[in-house]
Nanobody, 130 residues
Framework: QLQLVESGGGLVQPRGSLRLSCTSS????????IGWFRQAPGKEREGVSC????????SYAATVKGRFTISRDNAKNTVYLQMNYLKPEDTAVYYC???????????????????????WGQGTRVTISS
């Protein structure tokens, strides 16, 4: 498994913004589809967003579409999740995950199910509260 590191979590007020980052010191993330997931207390881990290794395909959960934006900066070996207009229900631990996907077809795909990924970070906590 790869070592992924998330950062950028914190406490913000409703309607505020945060930008989460996912990076690795071990591998080049260019070859990996990356997913962002979150898990709130007492709830299952859910897919938030994902981006293909090519960067050309993205997907969002209905609950965050229009508020969150996923992107990747290969020069910085980092994938970002920009979160705007945050709501209390966005409170959770956020995880990034990776799966090697550099084939002609797989480089255009990303995945919203946790079991599609084989490497995970330790998570960063996001709390939305006034």
């Amino acid at each position: 498994q790869l070592q992924l590191v998330e950062s950028g979590g914190g406490l913000v007020q409703p309607r505020g913004s945060l930008r989460l980052s996912c990076t690795s010191s071990e591998i080049t993330l260019d070859y990996y589809a990356i997913g962002w997931f979150r898990q709130a207390p007492g709830k299952e881990r859910e897919g938030v967003s994902c981006i293909s290794s090519s960067g050309g395909s993205t997907s969002y959960a209905a609950t965050v579409k229009g508020r969150f934006t996923i992107s990747r900066d290969n020069a910085k070996n980092t994938v970002y999740l920009q979160m705007n207009y945050l709501k209390p229900e966005d409170t959770a631990v956020y995880y990034c995950a990776a799966i090697f996907a550099r084939g002609p077809k797989s480089q255009t795909m990303c995945f919203m199910r946790p079991d599609e990924y084989d490497s995970w970070g330790q998570g960063t906590r996001v709390t939305i509260s006034s």
